[in-house]
């Protein structure tokens, strides 16, 4: 086994232990506290009465759902930045959520609320944008930075679209909307947790298909044609599963910024591997959404949703990045 | 008489009709007449001309100071940094305004314009300093790209944390949430006046050192050459758009793209010397924001929509034009 391998092996034991851990303590935390020993009794426990209520069904979803989607939105990320072949190419800068944001506003203030009808118009909504963007981006090649403020520009129209179809709503359409486009994991239970994970599950197993054809990009795309790879038939699969990862994600808990731009990139540094990690990457954005929310939900004085603590986070981490990369072009 | 001269007469003219529009036209449509004799005839108890003085007066003239402080901005931050696509809002000045306001109204207590104020100009002023220093780290000086993200990563961390504030504590931020809105409605004449002198010495300044950014914008080592004072001129730039934007973002709220589209179409119209960009600055971006006001109050009948808004909408167009041209970065 090589080093690289043998760190990477390391890095994601260390991560899967640290969500563990992080995971107990939020199963623990909150209005009704419980000790690490009170929770594996209720979780395991067939008659744990109303502590098993509690970690079973009011905090388990809430920490399922962080760490999965965490890692649905990490993947989805590993694979915009490995495309575009750009560490801010992720789907969350060029306009991807905001974009869903829009297609889901439409769909509520037109069709109504409905888990449904709001996730196909999220879905839509972000498959236009992203092919909007894409298209005003290209100009006889594509750039990472022409990209990236387009991405930027395209979210700012769209933020007035949002805003005028918001002023337009009825009150109640409207009040919904909002809390939704901030970005919240704290309204979706079972019901809609297990079908989202139904999905994303299928969405990972196809990921793992195609890492080998994304392997063989990140190398160009003459020596992935040299590989013997159709090179764009397999971009535009990896792209449309990417946009899918996301897509799932944002109909179910509204646009959550920034996970997807940090955590294939925490991952990178981690591991030390030359391509992106996609396990480290899912373990990492897996870890970061739960680490936001318990934040947004424990540590600030009144709860916030999960993605204004992320936006903070991921907007600091891109300063960082900015000032670490001050010596290489973008 | 030049070219540039007659072009700028019109400009006032064009100006003088959108104040006409923002005095006449709303909600409740008054005829140019009426409003002609709520301003000079003296009748002062219809309804019609208490509108006319309390809202869309005051309105009209926050809308025609905070447009030409933010393109008058905008221009020095482009010719500053030589980057066209800097704007006080891109760049997160005016998010570190909102912010700094933000802290004053809840952490603070402090409620008036008066108070606020100085918080607006610092938190402009922190911003812009620390937007251009992170901007400018690395060998190849500040690049525009590097200075963009940094502005917009710098906005989005502010305005996260403004927003979470203000979710906590609704009742504290009520005064911040219609401030924040960017929208000019109900703000009348106690939150424009103390600003005013302020963004008047901003745009003063900003005519001063039109001459040494003109000679900056060949190449620091040859303004020095040429006798500009490079380091100055920086510094009182610095001053100068913190002032108007912090100015403008006080009285307004935060308002972005105004000054990225300005000095643009200044430029476009008078070509690169930088006292008449200004001065085209001066007029044309109270128009923008004027005509942005107007079309908010319109598509939303009888509701509206805030100017903030309308003018992202109108301006973002114009970013994705500026990356798509060729020589983008030849300013």
Known sequence: MSAVAQRELVVCGALALAIVL???????????????????????????????????????????VALVFGAALALSGAIFQSVTRNPLGSPDIIGFATGSYTGALIVLTLVGDSYVSTAVGAVGG??????????????????????????IAVTAILHS??????????????????????????????????????????LAATVIVLARGMRQLELGDDAAKAHGLRVEPARL??????????AVVTASSGPIAFVALAAPQIATRLTKSAGLPLVASALTGAFLLLAADFVAQHLLPSAVPVGMVTVVIGGLYLIGLLIGQARKPL | MSVRVVGLTVAVLLLAVTVAASIAV?????????????????????TDSIVVLDSRLPRTAIAITAGLALAVAGALTQAVTRNPLADPGILGVTSGSAFAVAIAVG?????????????????????????????????????????????????????????????ADPEGFAAMRAWESGSLEG????????????????????????????????????????????????????????????????????????????????????????????????????????????????????????????????????LIALVRRQKAFGL
Not at chain 1, 27 to 40: C, I, K, Q, R, W
Not at chain 2, 32 to 38: H, K, R, Y
Not at chain 2, 134 to 152: A, D, F, M, N, Y
């Open chain 1, 22 to 64: 992080l995971a107990v303590v939020a199963l623990g935390t909150g209005d009704y506290p419980l000790s690490v020993v009170e929770v594996a009794r209720a979780m395991f426990a067939t008659d744990g009465g109303f502590d098993t209520t509690i970690v079973l069904e009011w905090r388990l979803p809430r920490v399922l």
């Open chain 1, 126 to 151: 972000g498959l236009v944008t992203a092919a909007v963007v894409y298209l005003l981006a290209y100009r006889r090649g594509m750039q990472g930075f022409r990209l990236i403020i387009v991405g």
């Open chain 1, 161 to 202: 679209v949002n805003t005028w179809l918001l002023l337009r709503a009825q009150v109640e359409v409207a009040m919904a909307a909002s809390i939704w486009g901030a970005g919240s994991i704290s309204l979706v239970g079972w019901d809609e947790a297990l079908p989202a994970f139904a999905v994303l599950a299928v």
């Open chain 1, 237 to 246: 699969a990896l792209l449309v599963v990417g946009v899918a990862l996301i």
């Open chain 2, 26 to 46: 709303g909600s409740r449509d008054i005829a140019l007449d009426v409003v002609w004799q709520a301003l000079f005839g003296g009748a002062a108890d219809s």
């Open chain 2, 107 to 167: 952490v603070l207590g402090i409620t008036t314009v008066q108070g606020y104020l100085w918080f607006a100009f610092g938190g402009a002023l922190v911003a812009t300093v620390v937007v251009y220093a992170i901007g400018s780290i690395g060998r190849e000086g500040t690049s525009p790209v590097r200075l963009t993200l940094t502005g917009v990563a710098l906005g989005a961390v502010l305005s996260g944390i403004v927003s979470a504030m203000l979710l």
């Open chain 2, 187 to 318: 703000r009348g004449w106690a939150g424009f006046v103390p600003v005013v002198p302020f963004v008047v010495v901003g745009c003063v300044l900003a005519f001063v050192i039109s001459r040494s950014l003109n000679a900056i914008a060949l190449g620091d080592d040859l303004a020095a050459s040429l006798g500009a004072r490079v380091r100055v001129t920086r510094t009182l730039a610095i001053v100068a758009v913190s002032l108007l934007a912090g100015g403008a973002t006080a009285i307004a709220g935060p308002i972005a793209f105004v000054g990225l589209m300005i000095p643009h179409v200044a430029r476009w119209m008078v070509g690169p010397d930088q006292r008449w960009i200004v001065a085209y600055s001066l007029v044309l971006g109270p128009i923008l924001l004027l005509a942005a006001d107007v079309v908010g109050r319109v598509v939303l009948r009888p509701g509206e929509l805030p100017a903030g808004i309308v003018t992202a909408c109108i301006g973002a167009p114009v």
